[in-house]
């Protein structure tokens, strides 16, 4: 029966099952009841494997389709009336012939099946920052990953009203036929339509969809922000909090970052760290003139490979309870889950992520083929399990201020480990000029270099250029700016192996950008690219890191990788040249292209003091490099 009276919502699920024709409709009222009947129901049908009750209780595993593993992100498409409107870097389609298309292979899909209906809020329900959505699917597997990440139920539709407004979100799954797999954004009719997948990110409308496609571009029209990051909580050991919000592309380590555990030598001095968020951020100018942030999101979608109790033990212990696995491999001596990473040992008795007996003795961590689990495995984990999740992730009134915002990417060259930006339109423009090397989380080729400005390329909702100006016109109305820096964990040495240990130790790189952040700053060096730390002045420790055999980390180590190479910077900031030449050009604000003057200028010529006198960018050369390997 249906759950509301408001005509919108009612029309759009009639207009839904009058296209999809299922047998039958049930709207989801988020009761415990109902949730535990859907489970059940998946497990009967095996489109969930129940795993071990004792071990891993209410917790579930699911295998997709081989074709279906990751975002597909050269099938995703924002359907504007303009094409301009969508930019250059977005795939495009026309909303009339982006709908009929997928009435054309929605229509009769959901024949003989169920119809689910979802209303969902992101950000807490009732709260200022909160939008709410419908999506509706014939999609067990996506109730209940929605019912986890996003808060679901009754009290949506109450909020929602007699006429109230929401984002629809049409999810069919159809064949799961690659060739016919599209997702489609129409941002000027506030609508979502997904067919033929049934993964992650392409059929959780509320998460890459709205949270970011959709509200990017209602965020540039009203004023706001939505990104692709992280939102952290440090306290101090006098007891003061700040709090960091940090864009990294696609498992680029926001998971690993929101949920640190500081080394020892830090936890015994006081420090801790908070979650609020490990994937979107929604960021308003507060009425004291500096960003707010709220994490819209109510659990996560972590990438699995990796995830141990040391790398993360905050993320692995959100696992132990009424989570969803996704392409794990499975442990049938237990009816455990396992993934590369976990342990050291290989369990002998294990079933791949596509059903089949696994045979550890093939192994070979080079060949990605010889996995257990999907490189993009994931698992979906309400947030409230998050053994440091912040008493500010679930009240209705708080978002919390930024002191910084960190931007970041995979660089096995070039970048340093943490620099920062001189101000706010510098960090827009570093921002602007992120690349990173591709990762499993999107259909392709991994470990290819590529821009991903604001780790947004893949959500940007609207023309990347609207997007930069979107960020420069947010500087001038924000009072107290948050400062803006860049990190890169992943620089290699010749034979490959990370120069930085990452992880519970990027804590010592944070210390340092909150410390840039204080009343009284701690000093740095002026560089061609930016503020710079002092080798001394990041804390070392008690660090025990062996870079490769037998090499421990010292502060030569650090100073290697904190070194600014004007050569290097140079080719940089001519590539950055080409980008910005090519496609975006015309939208690019003079912000941005004086800040690249600037920068072409600190490389070229041995000055004390860094220029800062705009300088007109040449004629373009055209952007070549494919990888950062040097
Ligand atoms: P999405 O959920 O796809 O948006 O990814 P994410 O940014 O949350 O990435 P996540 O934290 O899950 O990290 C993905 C991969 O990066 C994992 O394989 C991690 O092991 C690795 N990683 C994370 N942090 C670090 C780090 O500090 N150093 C190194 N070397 N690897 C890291
Ligand atoms: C990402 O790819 O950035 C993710 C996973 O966080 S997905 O939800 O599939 O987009
Ligand atoms: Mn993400």
């Not at 002998?348 to 089949?356: L, P």
């Not at 423009?429 to 991903?452: K, N, P, Q, W, Y």
């Not at 100073?559 to 496609?583: C, F, H, P, S």
């Amino acid at each position: 029966m249906a759950l509301t009276k408001n005509k919108k919502v009612l029309d759009f699920v009639q207009e839904s099952a009058d296209l999809a024709q299922p047998d039958k409709i049930v709207w989801i009222d988020g009761s415990a009841d109902q949730i535990k009947a859907l489970k059940e129901e998946a497990v009967k049908s095996g489109e969930l494997i129940k795993l071990n009750e004792h071990l891993l209780p209410d917790c579930y595993l699911h295998r997709t389709k081989v074709n279906d593993v990751a975002r597909v992100e050269d099938r995703t498409f924002i359907c504007t009336k303009n094409k301009e409107d969508a930019g250059p870097i977005n795939y495009w389609m026309d909303p009339r012939e982006a709908k009929e298309l997928a009435n054309e292979i929605a229509r009769g899909s959901m024949k003989g099946r169920t119809m689910y209906v979802i209303p969902y809020s992101m950000g807490v329900v009732g709260s200022d920052f909160a939008k709410y959505g419908i999506e509706v699917t014939d999609s067990i597997y996506v109730v209940l990953n929605m019912n986890i990440m996003t808060r679901v139920g009754k009290s949506v539709l109450n909020k929602i009203g007699k006429d109230g407004d929401f984002i629809k979100g049409f999810h069919a799954k159809c064949n799961v036929d690659a060739e016919k797999r599209y997702i489609m954004h129409f941002p000027e009719d506030n609508l979502i339509i997904s067919v033929n997948s049934a993964y992650g990110g392409n059929v959780l409308l509320g998460k890459k969809c709205f949270a970011l496609r959709i509200a990017s571009w209602l965020g540039k029209n009203e004023g706001w922000m939505a990104e692709h990051m992280l939102i952290l909580g440090v306290t101090f050991p006098d007891g003061e909090k700040k709090y960091v919000a940090a864009a990294f592309p696609s498992a680029c380590g926001k998971t690993n970052l929101a949920m640190l555990i500081p080394p020892k030598h830090y936890t015994d001095l006081g420090y801790k760290i908070e979650t609020i968020g490990d994937d979107i951020a929604w960021i308003r100018v507060g009425e004291d003139g500096r960003l707010w942030a709220v994490n819209p999101e109510n659990g996560f979608f972590g990438v699995a490979p990796g995830t141990n109790e040391h790398s993360n033990y905050n993320a692995l212990q959100s696992t132990k309870r009424g989570t969803i696995f996704t392409n794990v491999a499975l442990n049938t001596d237990d009816m455990t889950v396992w993934w590369e990473g976990l342990t050291k040992e290989l369990p002998e008795h294990v079933i791949d992520w596509t059903g089949k007996p696994w045979n550890p003795a093939k192994f070979d961590k080079k060949d990605k083929s010889t996995c257990a689990a999907h490189p993009n495995s994931r698992f979906t984990a309400p947030a409230g399990n998050c053994p440091c999740i912040s008493d500010k992730f679930n009240s209705e009134k708080d978002a919390v201020p930024l002191s910084a915002i960190i931007f970041g990417g995979r660089r096995a060259s070039t970048t340093p480990l943490v620099y920062e930006a001189r101000d706010w339109n510098h960090g827009v423009f570093i921002g602007s000029a992120m690349s990173s090397e591709t990762t499993a989380a999107a259909a392709g080729a991994v470990g290819v270099l590529r821009h991903d400005p604001m780790a947004m390329k893949p959500f940007a909702g609207y023309h990347m250029g609207d997007y930069f100006a979107h960020w420069v016109d947010m500087g001038t109305k924000i009072k107290n700016p948050p400062k803006i820096f860049n990190v890169n964990w992943f620089r290699t040495d010749k034979d490959g192996n990370f120069m930085w240990p990452g992880f519970g130790d990027n804590m010592r790189v944070l210390e340092w950008i909150l410390k840039r952040c204080s009343d009284t700053p701690v000093d740095a060096e002026e560089t061609a690219i930016g503020y710079v730390p002092k080798a001394e002045d990041i804390d070392l420790t008690d660090l025990d890191y062996e870079i490769c055999a037998g090499k421990k980390f010292g502060v030569d180590d650090l100073t290697a990788i904190l070194t600014v190479d004007k050569e290097k910077w140079a080719k940089e900031a001519e590539e950055l040249e080409g980008y910005y030449n090519g496609t975006i050009k015309d939208r690019i604000p003079q912000e941005l292209w004086d800040c690249l003057a600037t920068l072409k200028a600190n490389c070229k010529v041995e000055k004390k003091t860094p220029a800062t006198a705009a300088e007109a960018p040449a004629k373009p050369k055209p952007a070549a490099k494919k990888t950062d390997k040097e």
